[in-house]
């Protein structure tokens, strides 16, 4: 039995290490596509010669071991939140120790702000990844240009009807055409390099150093591009939660850093043998025989580095709505076997529009290209920021360590967004613009559920006070139990007030009930359960949840129904509060923050649905609030 657990635990790491190939890996594993060919683009005025094609590889081989290998593989997958990762993770594993407002408030901007780009880069991505690929028709048949945009758009779209089927069969169908890519990748790179060798030199970072000292401000300039090599960074740090540390790891360095450096190498190789090959050097890169497969394999490959974001997208989401910085929406859990695996319709759909219209507005990998840094890089500063605060708070680094660290790679990510931030008025401006809706989103929903929270309590009546009125003068107790749900931060649930006004009646067993979110993603199964006796046949229930978890609560209260049997919880009520929100004067919210919080409430998914309550067994008690 032992040999057998252990041959299936091996069997299980082997095949999430496979899944992530195909999910985690995809955007960073495409880059070679356009990377080299942007860097040596008329745009950034760098010749062809033997110095610049091996400073540019240099620069290439040590962004890759520095940002990926040292900083996300090594030190910030370190800063897992129990086994979840991703900015807000991060940002609720930073906040957890701070106890200083002030300290508080700037984790939180930051951590928003980091958040709103990474959906930025979750927009872009699949663009520029999928034209990228299917350009490579025009070096087989330059007739076909027409085609380039439609054809796009058919694998976008299918790409995201796909999703619904969850992550893990996704994984599952992509990881092995991952595992092909990657050792083709690697092929056409030693074949190339076998005939070049002295590209190998590119390691020495003497040619990444004599590089800037030869070219000045359009060296500083050229990192806008190589910034293109490591894309998909935070992908690979959002979907920790799907698949673990370890298979991210060792897929990492034992396939996808040598076969991406080989291909990289390989492209220069190319390069110095025939400058006329920068008009695409990927493509060139491969015989011409096997031109069509290669197309066909990247257009795959380029669909599977959109799932990274995708799914980085789904987690993040649940991340944020759980900590109450996104409206509640529905999701549909895919595995019943990993936690992390998530479908969210509408983050999906919104995705695939907001792609479809990058795609016909912008036309071309290379105008996508100048937009695509400014994402990339600013989320990679903000991780930093965030890595250090935890560095501190929670591996209790020394500060002059942690300082010097972080510092250092903070240094670096600040010089690629440097790079970058000149793109702005030429694509640059869409991830900004995108994040700052996004963060003008979530920084105001957080802000009027505190608003709304605070009216209601100014409406509503002391609980001890109620139940003090209701032992003098008792209302009619029919049989069962009643659960009425609540937010925390209200002395008592506005539904049970206002059934009593208006049924004159209660029953016998009455349950108020509050789900609470903690900054953590997963609460222990004892923790997850409170019960207090206030008297008169009056109980409190407070359920305890992590920020990845299904808020499920009569799964939850069955599972904990043996504590109190006689509350009869598989035949209760459940009563909730449905709110009307009336616009005024309250200095609380801006005009424009007003409006958007009505139609962000509005649009929330139905907390019968989202708490998962039976339908027939829900019943809803409006209420107009003026916020």
């Given at each position: 039995m032992p040999s057998h657990t252990t041959h299936s635990n091996k069997n299980h790491f082997f095949l999430l290490s496979l899944g992530a190939l195909g999910i985690v890996y995809g955007d960073i594993g495409t880059s070679p596509l356009y990377s080299m060919k942007e860097i040596f683009s008329p745009a950034?005025?760098?010749?062809?010669?033997?110095?610049?094609?091996?400073?540019?590889?240099?620069?290439?081989?040590?962004?890759?071991?520095i940002i990926i290998s040292l900083k996300y593989v090594i030190f910030v997958m370190r800063a897992d939140n129990k086994g979840e990762g991703g900015i807000m993770a991060l940002m609720a594993l930073a906040l957890h120790p701070r106890r200083r407002r002030f300290g508080k408030n700037v984790i939180i901007a930051i951590g928003l702000f980091g958040t709103a780009l990474f959906y930025g880069d979750g927009i872009i991505t699949p663009a520029i990844s999928v034209l990228s690929a299917v350009e490579g028709l025009e070096i087989a048949a330059p007739s076909l240009h027409p085609y380039i945009v439609p054809i796009t758009l058919i694998v976008l779209i299918a790409l995201f009807s796909f999703q619904r089927y969850g992550t893990a069969r996704v994984g599952n169908l992509f990881g092995p055409i991952m595992l092909v890519w990657f050792l083709v990748l690697a092929w056409l790179g030693s074949c190339s390099?076998?005939?070049?060798?002295?590209?190998?030199?590119?390691?020495?970072?003497?040619h990444a150093v004599k590089f800037f000292l030869q070219h000045g401000s359009l060296g500083f300039f050229a990192l806008g591009a190589v910034v293109l090599a490591f894309t998909g960074a935070e992908a690979l740090y959002a979907d920790m939660g799907h698949?673990?540390?370890?298979?991210?790891?060792?897929?990492?360095?034992?396939?996808?850093?040598?076969?991406?450096?080989?291909?990289?190498?390989?492209?220069?190789?190319?390069?110095?043998?025939?400058?006329?090959?920068?008009?695409?050097?990927?493509?060139?890169?491969?015989?011409?025989?096997?031109?069509?497969?290669?197309?066909?394999?990247?257009?795959?490959?380029?669909?599977?580095?959109?799932?990274?974001?995708?799914?980085?997208?789904?987690?993040?989401?649940?991340?944020?709505?759980?900590?109450?910085?996104?409206?509640?929406?529905?999701?549909?859990?895919?595995?019943?076997?990993?936690?992390?695996?998530?479908?969210?319709?509408?983050?999906?759909?919104?995705?695939?529009i907001l792609i479809v219209l990058?795609?016909?507005?912008?036309?071309?990998?290379?105008?996508?290209?100048?937009?695509?840094?400014?994402?990339?890089?600013?989320?990679?500063?903000?991780?930093?920021?965030?890595?250090?605060?935890?560095?501190?708070?929670?591996?209790?680094?020394?500060?002059?360590?942690?300082?010097?660290?972080?510092?250092?790679?903070?240094?670096?990510?600040?010089?690629?967004?440097?790079?970058?931030?000149?793109?702005?008025?030429?694509?640059?401006?869409?991830?900004v613009l995108a994040g700052l809706i996004l963060f003008s989103i979530m920084s105001v929903w957080k802000k009027g559920?505190?608003?709304?929270?605070?009216?209601?309590?100014?409406?509503?009546?002391?609980?001890?006070?109620?139940?003090?009125?209701?032992?003098?003068?008792?209302?009619?107790?029919?049989?069962?139990?009643?659960?009425?749900?609540?937010?925390?931060?209200?002395?008592?649930?506005?539904?049970?007030?206002?059934?009593?006004?208006?049924?004159?009646?209660?029953?016998?067993k009455v349950v108020l009930l509050t789900a609470k979110t903690f900054d953590v993603p997963y609460v222990?199964?004892?923790?997850?359960?409170?019960?207090?006796?206030?008297?008169?046949?009056?109980?409190?229930?407070?359920?305890?949840?992590?920020?990845?978890?299904?808020?499920?609560?009569?799964?939850?209260?069955?599972?904990?129904?043996?504590?109190?049997?006689?509350?009869?919880?598989?035949h209760a009520l459940y009563f909730l509060g449905r709110e009307t929100l009336i616009p005024s004067d309250n200095p609380g919210l801006s005009p424009w923050q007003e409006r958007l919080f009505v139609l962000l409430f509005r649009n929330a998914s139905s907390p019968i649905i989202y708490f998962?309550?039976?339908?027939?067994?829900?019943?809803?008690?409006?209420?107009l609030v003026r916020i």
């Open positions: 950034y005025g760098l010749a062809l010669t033997s110095d610049n094609v091996l400073g540019i590889l240099s620069l290439i081989f040590w962004a890759l071991t390099i076998y005939a070049h060798p002295m590209v190998l030199q590119a390691v020495n970072p003497t698949f673990g540390k370890k298979p991210i790891q060792l897929s990492w360095f034992f396939l996808v850093f040598p076969a991406l450096i080989l291909n990289y190498f390989g492209q220069g190789a190319l390069l110095l043998r025939d400058p006329l090959a920068v008009e695409n050097p990927f493509y060139l890169l491969t015989p011409q025989q096997y031109l069509y497969p290669m197309i066909g394999l990247s257009t795959v490959a380029t669909v599977i580095a959109s799932q990274a974001v995708i799914s980085g997208a789904y987690s993040i989401t649940q991340q944020a709505i759980r900590l109450g910085y996104l409206p509640r929406m529905h999701m549909q859990h895919t595995s019943s076997t990993t936690q992390g695996q998530i479908y969210v319709p509408a983050i999906n759909n919104g995705l695939l990058v795609v016909l507005a912008f036309k071309e990998s290379s105008n996508l290209a100048a937009a695509y840094g400014i994402a990339v890089t600013g989320t990679m500063v903000i991780t930093t920021m965030l890595v250090t605060f935890v560095a501190i708070d929670t591996w209790k680094w020394p500060r002059p360590v942690a300082g010097a660290v972080f510092g250092c790679l903070l240094f670096v990510d600040a010089g690629f967004f440097c790079a970058n931030a000149v793109k702005i008025p030429h694509g640059g401006w869409f991830p559920r505190r608003v709304l929270t605070s009216s209601l309590q100014r409406t509503s009546t002391s609980l001890s006070h109620f139940i003090e009125e209701i032992k003098t003068t008792p209302p009619l107790r029919v049989p069962g139990t009643s659960i009425f749900l609540y937010s925390h931060n209200l002395s008592m649930p506005y539904a049970l007030y206002q059934n009593l006004r208006h049924n004159k009646i209660l029953h016998e222990a199964e004892r923790e997850r359960f409170h019960i207090e006796d206030l008297g008169f046949n009056f109980y409190r229930i407070t359920l305890h949840f992590g920020f990845m978890e299904v808020q499920n609560i009569p799964r939850a209260l069955t599972a904990h129904e043996p504590v109190e049997p006689q509350l009869d919880i598989a998962g309550l039976p339908t027939d067994r829900a019943i809803e008690l409006g209420a």
